[in-house]
Every structure is written in C-alpha cells, then in structure tokens.
C-alpha cells in the first residue's frame, strides 16, 4: 500500500501545505492588502475582521491569529436565541454527561437518536465529556451519524472548542469561512473554534459517520519528536489547509457576494436548485455555547472571505500519510510513539495532554522473543477508542453497514429505516487505571509465534485504524452512552470479539 489513501472519493479543492506555518490565501486577487494588516479602506471595498485562537501575547510558536477580509463583517445579524425542541433540532437535554463508571465499557450495534434523516447539527451524539466548556478545561466526544446535507443557507460554530472530525465511514463535504475542504474516511480535520462551517454529504450522498474530540482547552499541535529527530509520525508538511472560498464575484473592482435569490440557478454550497430556490435570502447561524445550541439570521452569506492570513485555520490530514516509528529488535515501546496530534496540558507539565489524538494504523512488527501485544495495564489515561474504516470499498462489511447500502441512491439521500444507525459502532473506553489488555485466546496465539519472522498486522480486516481519544481526565458519560454500554465487555467472550 503507497502511503497514501486512494480515495474513493475525489478531493476537488487546492489547499495549502503545512502545519503551524504563517499562511495566506486568496479567492479574489489583490483582496488581501499589502503590509498593513488593517488598511483604512481594505482592497475591493472588503470588511478586515480578525480571529483571535490565542491571547495576543502568546509565544510565537503557539500563536494564532488570522486577518479576514470578507465583504460583510460578521456582526450583522439577528440577535442570538436559544434553539428549543420544536425546532427539529433535538432535545439539548441528551447531551448531559452525569455517568462515572469504574468498568471498562463498549459499544457495539447502537442507533444514533434522531428518526430519519440527520445532518451536521441534528446528527451529533454527545458521548462524554470532561472538565467545562465555560472554564475552558478539558474535551467532549461526540459522534455524528450524517444521512443529509445541512439544510440550505445554514452555517454552524462550536463555540465551546476545537473540533477534530474523525469519518469512520463516508466523506464530508465541509465550507468554513476560510475555505473548503473534503474530509474523506481515513482522512481528520480541524475545525478551530468559532470558525462558521457548513458540512455536506459527498461521494453519491452516501451516509457519513464518525467522531469528533471537541477540545476546550488549547488546540492540538505535533508531538515534539525528541530522540526521534525531525521527521516521523504525522509530518507537518502533509497537512492539508484549505485556499480561500468566495462565495460571490468580483463587480467593477468590488467583491460582491452572491444573494441565492431565486433567479440564481448556480450550485452553491451543497444546495440543489430547489433549495436555492425557496428564498429570502437570510442565514441561519447556529452555534453551541456550554453544548447548548443558540441560533440567529443574518442577510448575507458566512462564507464571504474573499482572502485571509495567518496562523488559525482549519486543517485535514491523510491517516495513511502516518509515518509510524517502531520495535526494530525487541520489547513493546510506549503508544505515545502512535500520537498524530496532542493538546499539550501545559500548566501539568512536561508531556501531560488534555488530549492525545493517536492511531494504530496497519504496520510491520520485528520484535524479536517479545509478545506482539500490549501487555496487561493500568493507564493514568483514559482510552476513549474505535475503528476506523480505511478500506474505501463500499462492498467492505463496515461501509456495508454505513447505512447506505455501499452507494448510493444516484445522489439522492438515502432515507432508509438504519440510515442513521452505527453498524456497529464498536467503540470502547478504558477509564483510568481500569485494566485492560489481550484477550485469551489472542494471547495464546501470540504467545506461539515465530518472532524471527516480520509481519505485517492489523490489515486482516482490509484495512481499519483503531483510533484513540486519550484524554488526562475522566470521562462522564451521558444518559444515551451509559445506557447502550456493555460493562467490563473483556469478560465476555462475545463482546470480545465485536472488538475485533
Ligand atoms: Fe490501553
């Protein structure tokens, strides 16, 4: 396999290359100014508005800010109001984590909440969280279960932190305020706080699933490498940052967004002709605040930015691009060496993370006389963990069981009874200092092979990553996880083996 995933899905967009580098981009040419990052009259009549993801002294390297320059500033909008169960969206009441449990626990075949049809802001599952949005502590798991594109004119926020996306199945068509960006199964992005998105479905509208950490507290960055050297495990030139999108034109040397009135039969954002169709014009922003979700109208397009610069931006990553460092001779090194991103928890110390963000990719194993398995172990992190499907073929059993049937509906949304349902959902989570390790008979095999012979493992299944959320903190469940959890599942031969 080259290092890289062949997607089944093609990626139209250019990006931008390099992690935690100073970057700029532009739709429409000239929009961003020249050296005065705040011009008295900006180029093409644009509004400056800035991004703030640090306070403005911190160091440089940690620093994020990015310039703006859209069409119209983002204040101008209706006033913020709660969204409330007759709003179709859901019960915000779901999504109160309240469940400690000292048991290892999983989850297998789970429906998601939520009959038929879901999208970006309705089809998010919260599984857990630790520490407080609103003290800026700690991260929250959701999952989402997309069947349809968000509806038309609305654009969404996570004000409470970062969102890391994690497709287990399915690709997502995403359009942030500073560009565009598919995120496809075995491909992550990184939606920073506060930047307005709107996710669609693509790939025959096949129904997406996945993971998001939303990170409170900090932002994810590369592990420091120490020994390692300069390269190895996620490289920060594979990073891919999205170019800058307009959603408008240029008019007489004035950037103009377009209105979607009804006589404008372009395909805008993901929205089918009829959609554009039905049409006053106005957007609906919602964004969640202490995972309570407020919404609010405004008279023009989120996604004017007609060019930015700077350091906070959205970012995706080819899973298939880890460069996974290992055993050459014996014994069975630290996980830490399978970290792709990490949210250092600086105030705790040296290596501490609110999160890690680490995957188990398929890879050799050469340790010689040394068990190819994680020993038994108690973590003082939690292990939150699940498999990711980086095998593309729709025939696979895991994209077979995306809902979708492995296709298709010719670009209609497949509205299914199961559209919306995890099969399976094999999940897990290993609280802190709950033990966990090889099942018997794994062990047994393990303990009767040839070490002097190198192999390839965890490609049996044709190719699924197990990820893991690890986090410094507990995670409390919600109602919706702690009710569908499986209790110390190692003790059960049958949940053993929905673990793969
Ligand atoms: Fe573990």
């Not at 290892?104 to 949005?133: C, F, R, Y």
């Not at 609103?134 to 926020?157: C, D, N, Y």
């Not at 390839?456 to 469940?477: A, I, M, N, Q, S």
Request: proline share 8%.
């Amino acid at each position: 396999m080259p290092p890289h995933t062949d997607f089944a899905v093609k990626d139209p967009y250019t990006y931008l290359h390099g992690l935690g580098n100073y970057h700029s981009s532009e739709a429409l040419p000239g929009a961003v100014p020249l050296v005065n990052n705040s011009p008295q009259i900006p180029p093409l009549n644009l509004r400056t508005e800035r991004i703030s993801g640090t306070a403005f002294t911190a160091d440089r390297d940690k620093n994020k800010q990015t310039f703006l320059y859209r069409a119209n500033p983002s204040l101008e909008h209706s006033e913020f109001v709660p969204l409330d169960v007759s709003s179709g969206y859901g019960p915000d009441s779901a999504n109160v984590p309240r469940h400690l449990n000292p048991n290892s626990v999983m989850w297998g075949d789970v429906p998601v909440p939520g009959a038929g049809a879901t999208h970006w802001i309705n089809g998010q599952q919260l599984v857990g969280a630790n520490g407080e949005p609103q003290r800026k502590e700690g991260i929250a798991v959701w999952l989402f279960s997309v069947t349809e594109s968000m509806p038309p004119r609305h654009a969404f926020a996570s004000l409470d932190g970062e969102l890391l996306v994690v497709p287990q199945s399915g690709s997502l068509d995403i359009t942030t305020e500073l560009g565009r960006l598919v995120v496809r199964q075995n491909e992550i992005a990184v939606i920073p706080r506060g930047v307005r998105h709107r996710v669609a479905l693509v790939g025959e509208q096949r129904p997406c699933r996945g993971y998001i950490c939303e990170l409170f507290q900090g932002h994810f960055q590369l592990p420091a490498l120490g020994v390692l050297g300069s390269t190895g495990l996620a490289n920060a030139r594979d990073f891919e940052i999205p170019t800058a999108y307009f959603d408008g034109e240029l008019v007489e040397g004035r950037a103009v967004p377009h209105h979607h009135h009804h006589h404008d039969h372009n395909h805008h954002i993901g929205n089918t002709a009829e959609e554009d169709d039905k049409d006053d014009g106005r957007w609906t922003i919602i964004v969640r605040l202490a995972t309570r979700r407020w919404h609010c109208t405004q008279p023009h397009t989120p996604f004017d930015v007609a060019g930015w610069h700077g350091t906070c931006y959205p970012y995706k990553y080819d899973l298939a691009k880890f460069c996974v460092m290992g055993n050459l001779l014996f014994d069975e090194h630290d996980p830490s060496l399978f970290t792709v991103l990490s949210a250092p928890n600086h105030a705790a110390g040296p290596g501490t993370a609110v999160a890690d963000f680490a995957v188990i990719p398929p890879r050799y194993m050469v340790a010689e006389q040394t068990l190819w398995l994680p020993y038994f172990h108690r973590n003082t992190m939690q292990e939150f963990f699940a498999p990711i499907v980086s095998a593309q073929d729709p025939r696979h059993p895991f994209n077979q069981n995306a809902g979708g049937g492995g296709g298709g509906g010719g670009g209609n949304n497949n509205k299914s009874s199961n559209s919306n349902r995890f099969l399976p959902f094999t999940a897990g989570l290993h609280g802190a200092m709950s033990t966990h390790g090889p099942a018997q008979q794994e062990l047994r095999a393990m303990r009767a092979l040839d070490t002097t012979i190198p192999r390839k493992v965890g490609d049996e299944l044709g190719g699924v990553t197990v990820f893991l959320f690890e986090t410094e903190r507990p995670l409390v469940l919600t109602d919706w996880a702690y009710e569908h959890a499986v209790k110390n599942p190692q003790a059960t031969a049958k949940a053993r083996a929905a673990k793969m």
